[in-house]
């Protein structure tokens, strides 16, 4: 028994010394029998065939091809089949063809047809529509007034009048082109307080301008007294940038024209 087992373990050990790729393959444990081939009978072998001497393989080339090449001849003889006479549609005015899809489907069929028309979008409360519908006039016919229906089929384009004119009155053209004007732009706070200081010198300067005529004509007798539109045509003039003259001045300025005389003695 002792002696067995040093046995198996002996073969153990050489099986674990053989390198895996001299191994043999484990296979499925199933032994395939050998499949033994028989060699084909001839089937000829019982049968008596009788040998016919084969054409010329030139004719028979030149008849393959002229076959294939050239068209069979027609015969003239042959009259064409009388065609059966289709049915033609009475909405398309074309023949039916049996196809797998219905004539009735086909798009030339549909468009021929006379397509249903929604109802009209009036509002059926109005007493407008009430008297025409009453007089016969039917909105959903897609006709318009009239005897023959000639007449208009939609109300007329209400459009707001926002001017005060009259009907058939026009605005002159240099009214549009003053409204089309832009409108004055806005200012900020550095442009009005600078508008303002500009607009309070001005009336500064203007105002001791007047101060200035009337008080030197009382005090100086040698000078010319200005009268009061002489004084307002002054001020308007330097408010508006102009240069005064007077016809009776002998300078263009005017300050100039304020300017003492020389008493003769």
Same mark, same amino acid.
């Given at each position: ?70 068209? !069979? *001849? ?14 033609? #549609? @009475?909405? #398309?005015?074309?023949?039916? /063809? /049996?196809? &797998? ?10 468009? &021929? ?8 979008? $009036? ?68 442009? *009005?307080?600078? $508008? ?23 005090? @100086? !007798? ?17 408010? $508006?940038? $102009? ?7 002998? &300078? #263009? ?13």
């Amino acid at each position: 028994m002792q002696r067995y087992r040093e046995d198996a373990s002996d073969e153990s050990h050489d099986g674990e010394d053989i390198p895996l790729h001299y191994k043999r393959a484990f296979g499925a444990g199933l032994k395939r029998q050998r499949v033994e081939f028989v060699p084909a009978q001839d089937p000829d072998a019982g049968t008596t065939t009788t040998i016919t001497p084969a054409k010329s393989t030139d004719t028979s080339i030149g008849d393959l091809y002229a076959s294939i090449v050239l068209k !069979p *001849a027609k015969d003239k003889d042959t009259k064409p089949s009388e065609e059966e006479p289709k049915e033609i #549609c @009475s909405d #398309c005015k074309l023949p039916i /063809s /049996s196809t &797998s899809q219905p004539h009735e489907a086909s798009f030339a069929h549909q468009v &021929s047809l006379t397509h249903s028309h929604p109802p009209s979008a $009036l509002d059926r409360s109005r007493m407008g529509l009430k008297a025409l519908k009453s007089q016969g006039w039917d909105p959903d016919a897609r006709r318009g007034l009239g005897r023959e229906g000639e007449g208009m089929r939609y109300p007329i384009k209400v459009m707001a009048k926002e001017d005060t004119l009259g009907i058939g009155a026009s605005i002159p053209k240099e009214i549009q082109e003053k409204k089309k004007e832009e409108k004055p732009r806005p200012l900020n706070r550095k442009e *009005a307080k600078q $508008l303002a200081a500009k607009e309070r010198q001005r009336h500064e300067r203007l105002q001791g301008l007047a101060q200035g005529l009337t008080a030197g004509s009382e005090d @100086s !007798p040698g000078k010319t007294t200005p009268d009061d539109s002489a004084v307002s045509q002054a001020i308007v003039a330097e408010y $508006l940038g $102009l240069e005064y003259r007077d016809a009776d001045a002998i &300078s #263009c300025d005017f300050e100039s024209y304020f300017q003492p005389t020389e008493l003769k003695h």
